[in-house]
């Protein structure tokens, strides 16, 4: 275990930024790129952990907003941490639930000393305090191999004053969790911010690197509503010419598929999305032909695959007709079915961008891709 | 497949009238005691097909009321049969669908020719009229291994002249469903109506036989709401006095565990019912020691297995604590895997049954169950 929480590049392709790696944690090696799919509250919805193995799920993201509300970090600390807990050996990764936190806009209140916010109804509607040592003790006691420090993702579009600040409480805030962290066999990620403005990116990042050594960097403040070019404009710099090369880089929630391409292309080499499990709860698949709604009457005497060019259990044993009728009939396994789907999709859109890079094929896979009828709809 | 639909006795236990046996389909042989899970709309609530297959399930049944309505019988024979459709390789049964066109009471009108009913709104709220003809029709569309006759089932309490109707109706529908049926690779049931009334009970019997050879006997009107010592009174001496006993005897929609056990003994041989995966949606459990009801809060901290007698993959693999936790927050996983236990149960339930009857002590069994803390529960 000399090599826990290290970042073998494996593969760097000569025409893009796009690498192959291998990241070392005590649950295992995670190879990248990767997809990982959130289980929110400690589950992915509708898909058990036998299921997702069986999609080649290499690592599950669990968020501490909602796990700290139920069942509560201690009760997770006491069954032996998440992965006792949900019965998922393979490695977790926490986010800090900054992103949760400021989302609730009305009732955050930001000071020096940390963020004060209320609980969501759901959840006894709640007046909670968070310092960044009091994030970190509770995403050390949920115990995740990767855990993410405390950040503030602004909304967009913000002012750019606003954004600044967000930068500034970013570092200060990574500075303490950096401090307050202490379990060896977890590691944590700084959270690079700083909007669409290449200047506060930059100073973020570099405010960063100077708090310590983390082990890994993510990328937050993107997808919150932009343009997909405009997040371009700043990320494919950012993370091509002045993110470390030594350490993975992980673009938070996006799961768009022409943009974990894209964003490979520029050297991502994490994602996590709600999207396949959300969408697979409306029935909407991803396919090969962009996106599918299987609610759509045209599909009742479809007996093809769902996607003839995937090779996902759900796609190799039921035909369109069936998950239309499931859905139509609201049965809980059709979104089962369809999330598991949408899973693999993404899942394996990154074993394949991985494979053609250590082809040296990575362009190629970017060209392909974007003039396919799938890149046209997402 | 010169055995296909007889039933081998491979073991009488001598002190009960329990008997261990094979029915032989065109889709492999069915191991008796058997439970069935129900898949009403073509899918068991909440579980896959591999799934279904982890927890030892041999055969699942269709409902044709809910499947005449959605997808149709015409989209399921265009699919190639519900096997095809919903890729269950194993044996399906389909039940007549004349429980619950009998539960819309208010717009059911019967004649000597069929029966009009209006569909729930749901299903567009559309008249419809079946004879025994069209239902045959419509099963042998569907395609299952085993077809129910259309029947006639009492509610619980009906008058005598009223259950003694249904027992006329229900011998002269097997008559023309005896008549209508001509898949070979498809067997057709007959179902002893008679309500808690012996008399009635061995007349439908009696006519029953002298329609035709079927290959065996669904055993209907139970269930509807009686005490279960009143059933016991007519069902005991029903199956083990005078059923035959080269066909096998499938007591419809009884899940009650302690039901099962002592059924078992009087010589039942199949089961069906929506009750493991109903209660399992309500966040209940059966377990060797009874109903548990895991939106209890005193399972918050209760890290153990959710039955540490039971050995199916849901109590190997997760704790009351994490169950509760799913449950509480609306996790489908969580109602997928308290489903699963609950179908396992039941099936193990019936494995076990088969065990001890192959090992000749089938009333220790019965015993050792009557003095359980689950059989106090049921």
């Known amino acids: 275990m000399d090599k826990l929480f290290t970042y073998d590049v494996v593969a760097q392709d000569e025409h893009t930024h796009a690498r192959a790696g291998v990241f070392h944690t005590a649950h295992g090696p995670i190879e990248t790129p990767v997809f990982m799919p959130v289980g929110t509250k400690g589950a992915v919805k509708g898909i058990t952990m036998p299921q997702l193995e069986s999609l080649g799920t290499q690592i599950i993201l669990g968020n501490t907003y909602h796990l700290s509300q139920r069942p509560g970090p201690d009760i997770i600390a006491e069954a032996g941490g998440l992965h006792a807990f949900n019965n998922w050996n393979k490695p977790i990764l926490t986010d800090s639930g900054g992103f949760q936190v400021f989302s609730l806009f009305d009732t955050v209140k930001l000071s020096d000393e940390g963020v004060a916010f209320t609980t969501i109804r759901e959840y006894g509607g709640q007046k909670v305090f968070w310092t960044p040592e009091i994030n970190m003790d509770i995403q050390q006691k949920i115990g995740a191999d990767i855990v993410m420090q405390l950040d503030q993702c602004p909304a967009y579009p913000s002012p750019r004053d606003f954004v600044e600040r967000a930068v500034d409480y970013t570092t200060k805030w990574a500075e303490r969790c950096y401090k307050a962290h202490t379990r060896e066999d977890q590691t944590l990620f700084a959270i690079v911010q700083g909007g669409m403005h290449m200047d506060l990116r930059l100073k973020s990042l570099h405010e960063l690197q100077e708090v310590g050594d983390f082990s890994g960097f993510g990328i937050g403040g993107y997808s919150?509503?932009?343009?997909?070019?405009?997040?371009?404009?700043?990320?494919?710099?950012?993370?091509?010419?002045?993110?470390?090369?030594?350490?993975?880089?992980?673009?938070?929630?996006?799961?768009?598929?022409?943009?974990?391409?894209?964003?490979?292309?520029?050297?991502?080499?994490?994602?996590?999305?709600?999207?396949?499990?959300?969408?697979?709860r409306t029935g909407t698949a991803f396919s090969s032909k962009g996106r599918m709604n299987l609610r759509n009457a045209h599909y009742k005497r479809d007996f093809g695959p769902l996607d003839p060019q995937c090779a996902c259990e759900v796609c190799k044993n039921y035909s369109r007709a069936y998950?239309?009728?499931?859905?139509?009939?609201?049965?809980?396994?059709?979104?089962?079915?369809?999330?598991m789907h949408n899973v693999y999709y993404l899942i394996n859109l990154m074993k394949e961008a991985r494979e053609a890079i250590l082809a040296h094929s990575y362009k190629e896979f970017v060209e392909k891709w974007m003039s396919s009828e799938a890149a046209a709809d997402y």
């Open 323 to 339: 998950l239309h009728h499931l859905i139509g009939q609201k049965e809980m396994v059709g979104f089962t079915l369809v999330s």
């Open 224 to 280: 919150v509503g932009e343009p997909h070019e405009l997040m371009f404009e700043t990320l494919e710099p950012l993370v091509s010419e002045h993110m470390p090369k030594n350490k993975p880089r992980y673009l938070m929630g996006v799961g768009n598929p022409t943009t974990l391409v894209r964003a490979v292309a520029a050297g991502v080499d994490m994602f996590d999305c709600v999207l396949p499990t959300r969408t697979g």
